[in-house]
């Protein structure tokens, strides 16, 4: 910047990231431009509007120029903020683990819809590929009698998920567990009511495609399978066929290969619900099996 820049306002700062981000192709460019900042000012984004005069140091305004430059690079901003929110709740974020999104708060919901639809009651929970611990630290909390298992390959990412937990008070509620579901014997939670999982779920040939702030940043090993994409859902499926007692199972789907997924499901049981997402794309896989 300038020196007849070293001063600027919040309000001009915002303008004028906000057009430096439009012209960057950043989507929602003025609301990417104040999270930014209310981030590097401490405060929630409803108060810069409050302060949208104030004067902000020539040290604050060189942070920000990093932080821009990192989102213009494509950088997703959760992982410059370091934090996001999923079912109301504030979740630590960093690259050793995917990002919560949105749509996978469907699968946490109609996992919670158990105890109307089937009046399940202090359930056991294993969660496979915790990543930030969102699916379980959610449950935990809206589901307060629930004792749950969170399995994770990588330790990176089951630490920030006890930071997550820690942070939203659940860590009484869950046990996480260095655990590869496709190598690791299954005994340790063969008792479980309920398996939920947002499996790697790209193949290899979709993977290139990806928009850059997911394949440039995310972790691949919490993207894809490096094969065509089945290759965890038939493993978590066949959990089954080794022994595990659960009546419930809801996996989140790609919105790709949904019919393949299926008809695997169905080899298992014909009780089989598919859920869609906001944009009409089929979301969430639930199998029931046995008398519920």
Not at 49 to 76: C, G, M, W
Not at 252 to 278: M, P, R
Request: charged content about 25%.
């Amino acid at each position: 910047m300038s020196n007849s820049q070293n001063h600027l306002t919040v309000v001009e700062l915002i303008e004028k990231t906000s057009h430096y981000f439009k012209q960057k192709e950043i989507e929602n460019p003025r609301l990417n431009a104040e999270r930014l900042l209310a981030h590097l000012l401490g405060i929630d984004r409803i108060q810069l509007y409050l302060q949208f005069d104030r004067h902000l140091s020539q040290t604050e305004i060189s942070k920000f120029r990093d932080f821009v430059r990192r989102r213009a690079n494509r950088e997703p901003l959760q992982y410059i903020t370091g934090g996001t929110e999923f079912m109301g709740l504030p979740f630590k974020v960093t690259p050793g683990a995917l990002i919560p999104r949105p749509e996978t708060e469907i699968l946490v919901e109609r996992t919670l819809l158990l105890q109307a639809d089937y009046g399940v009651t202090a359930p056991k929970v294993l969660d496979i590929g915790t990543g930030s611990g969102c699916i379980a630290i959610s449950l935990a909390h809206h589901w307060q009698e629930s004792q749950i298992i969170a399995t994770d390959v990588s330790e990176e990412s089951l630490n920030l998920a006890r930071e997550n937990a820690q942070l939203n008070g659940v860590s009484d509620s869950i046990a996480f567990l260095n655990h590869n579901i496709l190598t690791d014997t299954v005994d340790p939670f063969k008792e479980v009511d309920i398996v939920v999982s947002n499996p790697p779920y790209i193949s290899q040939e979709e993977f290139p495609d990806l928009d850059r702030e997911v394949k440039d940043f995310e972790p691949r090993v919490a993207l894809t399978d490096d094969g065509n994409g089945l290759g965890f859902y038939r493993k978590i499926f066949s959990l089954f066929e080794a022994g595990l007692a659960c009546k419930f199972m809801l996996v989140e789907l790609s919105g790709t290969q949904t019919k393949e997924i299926l008809n695997q499901a169905q080899k298992i049981s014909q009780n089989v619900h598919i859920f869609d997402d906001l944009a009409g794309i089929p979301r969430v896989l639930q199998i029931t099996r046995g008398e519920v």
